[in-house]
């Protein structure tokens, strides 16, 4: 199994400020079809997840552009240039690459 | 409007069964690959199950702690996802949210519905 590892565990911003989360897959999830599995959830409280990021770096329709993704193989980040109030929850990465599994998930809470 | 709604949940002692319902509207959910995710109680997300589109085979794949024990199987004339759970254990409480597969990430997703299994 792929196992996912996320860093921090939680994260206290102030708001306009920017955040950074972490992480990283036990194997490559670069596929022989060139594309990479790692994609981004926020889950805010009291709700579902919603996908914020696909394939690493594709924002979802509707995600504001104050969220990015990059990386490559096993390492990935999620950046919030400027969090907002809105976007306290947990945030959770997943792959796809062989079957699915996520990350232990990011508490982000503001200050 | 995309929707997705379960039912089903509940409370069901040790070696029990349950089974859970997920209603599709507003997208062809014939064409829809679908997935079941569960979070237990303060915890993380875990991946449960995933059915393909009948026209790409229909073909079911189950996490390792369901296989054996858990079915999902589909009737696309009702629009309707379904999660058979047998042989239940203490550690399978959770909320079970449906979900939608595209582009291989779970897109769309139910509000959930709880399950309960206790003596």
């Known amino acids: 199994d792929i196992v996912m590892t996320q860093t921090p565990l939680s994260l206290s911003v102030t708001p306009g400020q920017p955040a950074s989360i972490s992480c990283k897959s036990s194997?490559?999830?670069?596929?022989?079809?060139?594309?990479?599995?790692l994609y981004w959830y926020l889950q805010k409280p009291g709700q579902p997840p919603q996908l914020l990021i696909y394939?690493?770096?594709n924002r979802f329709s509707g995600v504001p552009d104050r969220f990015s993704g990059s990386g490559s193989g096993t390492d990935f980040t999620l950046k919030i240039s400027r969090v907002e109030a809105e976007d306290v929850g947990v945030y959770y990465c997943?792959?796809?690459?062989?079957?699915?599994?996520f990350g232990q998930g990011t508490k982000v809470e503001i200050k | 409007e995309v929707q997705l709604v379960e039912s089903g949940g509940g409370l069901v002692k040790p070696g029990g069964s349950l089974r859970l319902s997920c209603a599709a509207s507003?997208?062809?959910?014939?064409?829809?690959?679908m997935s079941w995710v569960r979070q237990a109680p303060g915890k993380g997300l875990e991946w449960v199950g995933r059915?393909?589109?009948?026209?790409?085979?229909?073909?079911?794949d189950y996490a390792a702690p369901v296989k054996g024990r858990f079915t999902i199987s589909r009737d696309d004339s009702k629009n309707t996802l379904y999660l058979q759970m047998n042989s239940l254990k203490t550690e399978d409480t959770a909320v079970y949210y449906c979900?939608?597969?595209?582009?291989?990430?779970?897109?769309?997703w139910g509000q959930g519905t709880m399950v309960t299994v206790s003596s």
């Open positions: 979900t939608t597969v595209r582009r291989f990430a779970f897109d769309i």
């Open positions: 194997q490559s999830l670069l596929h022989s079809d060139g594309k990479t599995y």
């Open positions: 997943m792959q796809s690459i062989q079957q699915w599994t």
């Open positions: 507003g997208f062809t959910f014939s064409n829809a690959w």
């Open positions: 059915i393909k589109s009948k026209t790409d085979g229909g073909t079911t």
């Open positions: 394939e690493v770096s």
